[in-house]
């Protein structure tokens, strides 16, 4: 089904490996607790929207977010972590060993636009739900860690959550799952997969020589990009569905009267995940390289890491899901089930959460808000207010206490962290 340009597709045969059914024991106490939290939460989510920073320069989002969890007890909290200025990681241990849980909190916007992309609300409903989650670790003597991260730059291919992957951030805390939210004004699910990318910059290096006088005596690197981008319009017959392959022309040559010495383009490729992007990316850079065996032009293809695709944990999924589900006024629409009936939900877009999914059981559950006056989407003007409102905030809490939920589920329940690792593995396999 496709619907403003997000395809909701129901995959057969894929079913959750869990039966876990969960209590709702602690779902009142995580209510109350972020409800209490609202009052102070709404100015720090307001000052955040209305502060806009680009990627990698949050720096008052992490001073009002590092200042926000030391005010709470018994959290360490570390700013400018693993050599980012702007990352931040806050540890709540219950002193007991047991599942570590964490929460990504985005900070970043978007230039131009400002908060266009809602990552204030992504920072509220991980705060809230990371919080939430420690105080019933408190309250109720459960075992385990909660690990709150300030992830900079997620904007721009800023792949600042996977700068704290490669740091070791994530195995220095021996964390098991990674839980975050977006918003948009779509979907309510816990079942979201995005795209896999990468950007391929691609230069031809020719020879100049005059076009009428010894045009022979030249290579030609205008040519070299024309047959590669030729070969890559052939190529894309036998492409699948989800590939997309996009090129921009950066440097076409200098003049007309000249066999061109340098030419230059850039190639977006996105797909349906990982693996598939490995082989496109090779067979389009194959087309690249024919460009250049034909005219004798050298290349050089500079591969500029992406983002994986987001596979999300199906058992974790159906804890979020019960969660939201039992929560008072579930708003629409509402979202897949976990179950043989399960669909999962197609966002056409790339986030470095995707890379943090490869590396342990996450979920990414998008979040409708409600819509601005022209019911733009994320990157849109519309979109920058309709997630500085109280009604978007208020939405946001919703996902911080289904994801507290999830949390403590997994703190709490005997034999689920081993499940949802399961699945992990059965995902990561068929892969
Ligand atoms: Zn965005
Ligand atoms: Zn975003």
Redesign the pocket.
């Known amino acids: 089904m496709e619907k403003d340009g997000f395809i909701i597709v129901p995959r057969e045969g894929d079913k959750c490996s869990s039966q876990y059914n969960g209590s709702l024991e602690y779902l009142s106490d995580i209510d109350n607790f972020i409800e209490s939290l609202g009052e102070s939460l709404w100015p720090l989510n307001k000052f955040i929207h209305d502060n806009p920073e680009l990627a990698f320069r949050e720096h008052k989002a992490h001073q009002a977010l590092t200042d926000f969890v030391r005010s709470q007890e018994s959290w360490q909290v570390t700013p400018s972590a693993y050599g980012i200025e702007t990352a931040w990681v806050a540890v709540c241990d219950s002193g007991e060993p047991g599942p570590v849980v964490s929460f990504n909190v985005?900070m970043d916007a978007l230039p131009v636009l400002g908060h266009a992309?809602?990552?204030n609300l992504?920072a509220t409903a991980s705060l809230a739900g990371g919080l939430a989650t420690a105080a019933i670790m408190k309250q109720h003597g459960l075992a385990g860690k909660v690990v709150l991260f300030g992830t900079p730059g997620?904007?721009g291919y800023g792949g600042g959550k996977i700068r704290l992957l490669e740091r070791g951030a994530y195995d220095s805390e021996g964390v098991d799952i990674s839980l975050i939210s977006?918003p948009g004004i779509l979907h309510n699910s816990a079942l979201v997969r995005t795209t896999a990318f990468t950007r391929l910059g691609v230069e031809y290096f020719g020879k100049a020589a005059h076009v009428s006088k010894d045009p022979w005596t030249g290579i030609n690197a205008l040519d070299a990009l024309v047959l590669s981008y030729n070969a890559v319009s052939a190529l894309r017959q036998q492409t699948m569905p989800g590939d997309v392959i996009g090129i921009a022309i950066t440097n076409g040559g200098e003049a007309t009267n000249v066999v061109h010495a340098y030419t230059a383009c850039v190639c977006m490729l996105h797909t349906n995940n990982a693996s598939r992007l490995e082989i496109l990316q090779d067979k389009v850079s194959a087309c690249f390289r024919a460009g250049a065996e034909a005219t004798g032009a050298k290349i050089k293809i500079n591969i500029t890491q992406g983002y994986k695709d987001h596979v999300p944990n199906r058992v974790l999924a159906t804890s979020y899901a019960k969660y939201w589900n039992t929560l008072p006024d579930v708003p629409d629409p509402l979202p897949p089930t976990c179950g043989d009936q399960q669909q999962f939900t197609w966002v056409k877009a790339s986030?470095d959460q995707g890379d943090i999914s490869y590396a342990m059981p996450s979920v990414n559950a998008s979040f409708a808000i409600p819509p601005g006056p022209q019911t733009g989407q994320?990157h849109s003007p519309d979109f920058e207010i309709a997630s500085g409102t109280k009604g978007a905030f208020v939405r946001a809490l919703r996902v911080g206490k289904a994801l507290a939920g999830t949390a403590v589920d997994v703190l709490a329940t005997p034999g689920l962290l081993g499940e949802i690792k399961k699945q992990w593995e059965q995902d990561m396999d068929a892969i």
């Open positions: 985005e992309c809602g990552h992504i997620e904007e977006h986030t994320p």
